[in-house]
């Protein structure tokens, strides 16, 4: 028979992982982007050629960078609070879900920022 506690850990211990690759994935994704856009608009303008706007879709992109550092700052936070509340009966002023589903929200942000502009992105082409 296995022992709970040690199965509770170990599926602590992959859901941080998994948080982890979250936020990797978040920046790179809004990150790469903006140096695409960056470096496709340096390339037109040397030619001479007119540059579509870009400016809603990278101001989508930064937008999903910002909210991705919202999203490790809530986390951090998170994990903080739940260290913190180790053995207290006190648990504090504010619950450590609040944390987390501010991570959880700022998560969405930064995706539907991506997918905002991608949109912005492909419309100006």
Known sequence: MSDPSQHWIETYKSLL???VEGFKYLALINGGAIVALLAYV???SSKGVPVPDLHFALFGFASGLGFCGLTIISGYLTQ???LNEIGR???GLIPHEAFLYSAITFYF???ASFC???WYALRAF
Do not use: C, P, R, Y
């Open 116 to 118: 905002t502009g991608t």
């Open 109 to 111: 942000l930064s995706l």
């Open 80 to 82: 903080l609070k739940l």
């Open 17 to 19: 992982s998994l948080s």
């Open 89 to 91: 009966t006190n648990k």
């Open 42 to 44: 340096a390339n037109v």
